[in-house]
């Protein structure tokens, strides 16, 4: 088939299923209020969770670093891109995370590619939560060892993978928060299961650094577990750092073997150090973002009890993530554009990112709203629900 033919057939079928995505031009830096196409709208759907994005300290930083070290790296880190900016921030990152070594990688999507593939490979086994995010599930499957995925969160489902195996090695994959439903990894449990079967573990906690456990170190600080425990710890920085790129951290012998074996690591552009230099402003920001943390979980929390008075069903989560599941994606891209209609920017999100029949608005808080903009927010999603027709508001 003629090559645009084939393509135009696949995007009327993505249009006909409700899938069709669609890109928005924002015309202001991140924050609680968005500019687009001349009009304000609340922003509900950012993962800027402590608004260090557009932070007067970062940007500063931004515009220091680019004065000092120009625009861009010029190289991977392996030929001659890792500055001294760079080489600081990942010392930082050790520092901050309680672990020997960090390591920076481009972006998250792909540290999660090359770490799951400088770990295993075949004859070893992959095992991962149902809900793990894209990035995760994808480097297993390339990975090219035996791919398996547990039940979300369900212990005993891991436990009887972990035990029946006649891999050399297994290795269990999983996100600290889930970024589709906010709900927080049964770490504890995934720990001792891990150990129990000499098997290796790693955390992806691009939505809890920042916003967990004290000082903003994430799941594991908030479970209280260690290297040993966590020997593999991802961190994403366009997140709550509010930057662009992502992190390893973890032993002195891991971060060597990933500088080694770890192909997205070795054959990319470093990121611009002005960005690193960005980013040791924003982690001492984060930090001691202690009021940023207590406000948000304030918000977190008024959002959940006005669902509630509204007849809502939340899922079970305590992050910033608040996933409102309606069911289809038609309810959900009709509730999406009633609430842009009421100056509300909350994003539909529809198969295949979440499972069949689970279309939600993914609202997510940040600690740069305020209680009135929450208020405004149940207002507009009681409106939103009410217009969208008598279809099941799920649990
Ligand atoms: N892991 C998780 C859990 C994420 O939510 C994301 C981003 N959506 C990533 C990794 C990818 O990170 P990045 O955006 O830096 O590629």
Redo the contacts with the bound molecule.
Sequence with gaps: MNLENRLRAKLAERQMAHRYRTRRIVGSPQGAILQEGGRPLLNFCSNDYLGLANHPLVVAALHQGAADWGAGSGASHLVNGHSAEHHALEEELAEFTGRERALLFS????A?IGVINALVGRGDRVLQDKLN?A??LDGGLLSGADFQRYRHNDMAHLRARLENSGADQQLVVV?GVF?MDGDMADLPAIVEASRANNAWLMV?D??GFGTLGTHGRGTTDYFGLNQTQVPVLIG?L?KAFGTF??FVAGSETLIESLIQFSRTYIYTTALPPAVAAATRASLRLLRDAEEGRQHLQQLITQFRQGCDSLGMALMDSMSPIQPLIVGSDAKAMRMSARLAELGCWVSAIRPPTVPEGTARLRVTLTAAHNSEQVDKLLEALNDAASQAGDEEVLP
């Design positions: 972006t998250g999507y792909m999660n995010h990035s995760l996100d970024s992806d691009a939505h994403t366009g790129g992502a």
